[in-house]
């Protein structure tokens, strides 16, 4: 069985610009969240959808978005970016049901120059 | 407010060696989740184990076992007979049961273990 697959894995992008990162989830799971990973401040939550629809956000700023195709494979934008958007971004998917553990991708490395 | 706290942030030890990972948690709520993760150098998060707050009982996988006291807001983990392969950052995380997705983590700042030859 696949695991959680994400592209690319490494990018490199200049202040400003914009990027869009992809997941997709294990089959057959229907949820997929997203997390930043910085020396700085650790693991952090961004979103989480499920159905299509966002169901929880972390405190992130609206440069941060995301959405959910009906195959459950996700993406996540970030707009102008900024130096401190230089982070791992992780993906990770769930089955549905209450707080189930989620498998995680290798992720996503963007260096922001 | 939820929060992780994992105090240990390095911990070296030779093979062979027993090592436990302390996982302190906050949460006002009853109902919640736990988790451990290991993150290999080559990036992604590896589950390990899920705990329901109403389970207080200590579970053994092989070399590694988990003690959850609720009286401490404590959820451990000790790797007995260190090995190499052992080497990771490890993460402790919570998840509290007010939504039924659940795949929102408060994780723990992480503790790196290296486990030499």
């Known amino acids: 069985k696949a695991g959680v697959t994400q592209t690319p894995r490494y990018l490199i992008k200049t202040r400003g610009q914009q990027v869009t990162l992809s997941c997709s989830p294990i089959?057959?799971?229907?949820?997929v969240s997203w997390y930043q990973q910085t020396p700085g401040q650790g693991l952090q939550f961004l979103f989480e959808?499920?159905?299509?629809?966002?169901?929880n956000k972390g405190n992130f700023p609206g440069r941060f978005s995301g959405r959910q195709f009906s195959n459950s494979r996700s993406e996540m934008n970030v707009s102008t970016l900024e130096l401190g958007d230089s982070a791992l971004y992780l993906c990770?998917?769930?089955?549905?049901?209450?707080?189930?553990?989620?498998?995680f991708g290798q992720g996503t490395r963007l260096t922001v120059v | 407010a939820q929060k992780v706290t994992q105090a240990q942030t390095e911990i070296s030890v030779v093979e062979k060696e027993d090592v436990t990972l302390d996982c302190v948690y906050e949460?006002?709520?009853?109902?919640?989740?736990l988790f451990w993760y290991k993150q290999p150098p080559s990036g992604e998060l590896v589950f390990l184990i899920r705990?329901?707050?109403?389970?207080?009982q200590n579970e053994i996988s092989g070399r590694y076992s988990w003690n959850f006291q609720k009286s401490t807001s404590s959820f451990n983990f000790t790797i007995t007979a260190s090995q190499v392969v052992d080497s990771a950052v490890y993460f402790c995380?919570?998840?509290?049961?007010?939504?039924?997705?659940?795949?929102?983590?408060?994780f723990g700042p992480g503790t790196r273990l290296s486990v030499l030859p």
């Open positions: 990770a998917s769930g089955r549905p049901g209450t707080n189930t553990e989620a498998f």
């Open positions: 089959s057959g799971h229907r949820s």
């Open positions: 959808y499920f159905s299509e629809t966002q169901r």
């Open positions: 949460t006002r709520d009853t109902t919640y989740y």
């Open positions: 705990r329901n707050s109403f389970d207080e």
């Open positions: 995380a919570l998840s509290e049961a007010r939504d039924n997705y659940g795949q929102n983590f408060v």
